[in-house]
Antibody, heavy 122, light 111 residues
Framework: EVQLVESGGGLVKPGGSLRLSCAAS????????MNWVRQAPGKGLEWVSS????????YYADSVQGRFTIFKDNAQNSLYLQMNSLRAEDTAVYYC???????????????WGQGTLVTVSS | QLVLTQSPSASASLGASVKLTCTLS???????IAWHQQQPDKGPRYLMK???????TKGDGIPDRFSGSTSGAERYLTISSLQSEDEADYYC?????????FGGGTKLTVL
């Protein structure tokens, strides 16, 4: 059974940093691209970042470019999102999502985690 | 610019059918999309990938009541025999080389 479990969310002050983790199981993690998607309270889904199977292709939404870093540890079956210079508008539930089978860097997201809440507030 | 447009809300009666629409922006009518369901206070769930020719691939365990179709730049999700648990937000998603896009979502109410 495919499972994605996010962790690392919490309350952080504006300008602070946080690292999110996504533990993957039930599939060959190294063979899949991965993604982060967020959802602000009461709002829709917003794509944040994507990483290809071997980490050779990485993409960011304009809203987080230069502040967030996505990385993938295939040995640990884990995906990470390092978030720096956090702003109030980064407050959201952050989900990790798997890229569809066979896609290297882009495609549909075929499995999702349950999310972890990040709150940026003084 | 790659944009997906969805109606904010839809409603249908228990046991009836409903057809949700996702419209691709001009110049992008050949793009595939995916449909996702988000029930209240839960994470999203992948429903299907829908290609421009109308062919679709459903996610694991998705009932036959859910189907997809295409007409030009429009992508549809049809849910038949509506059940109370179908009351949820439905998002379409598409992608380009360096961008991934979600529609604004449609809130489906089952009457």
């Amino acid at each position: 059974e495919v499972q994605l479990v996010e962790s690392g969310g919490g309350l952080v002050k504006p300008g602070g940093s946080l690292r999110l983790s996504c533990a993957a199981s039930g599939f060959s993690f190294r063979s899949y691209g991965m993604n982060w998607v967020r959802q602000a309270p009461g709002k829709g889904l917003e794509w944040v970042s994507s990483i290809s199977t071997s980490s050779s292709h990485i993409y960011y939404a304009d809203s987080v470019q230069g502040r967030f870093t996505i990385f993938k540890d295939n040995a640990q079956n884990s995906l990470y999102l390092q978030m720096n210079s956090l702003r109030a508008e980064d407050t959201a539930v952050y989900y990790c999502a798997r890229l569809e089978e066979g896609a290297i860097a882009y495609g549909s997201f075929d499995y999702w985690g349950q999310g972890t809440l990040v709150t940026v507030s003084s | 610019q790659l944009v997906l447009t969805q109606s904010p809300s839809a409603s249908a009666s228990l046991g009836a059918s409903v057809k949700l629409t996702c419209t691709l922006s001009s110049g992008h009518s050949s793009y595939a999309i995916a449909w996702h369901q988000q029930q209240p206070d839960k994470g999203p769930r992948y429903l299907m990938k829908l290609n421009s020719d109308g062919s679709h691939t459903k996610g694991d365990g998705i009932p036959d009541r859910f189907s997809g179709s295409t007409s030009g730049a429009e992508r549809y999700l049809t849910i038949s025999s509506l059940q109370s648990e179908d009351e949820a937000d439905y998002y379409c998603q598409t992608w380009g080389t360096d961008i991934r896009v979600f529609g604004g979502g449609t809130k489906l109410t089952v009457l």
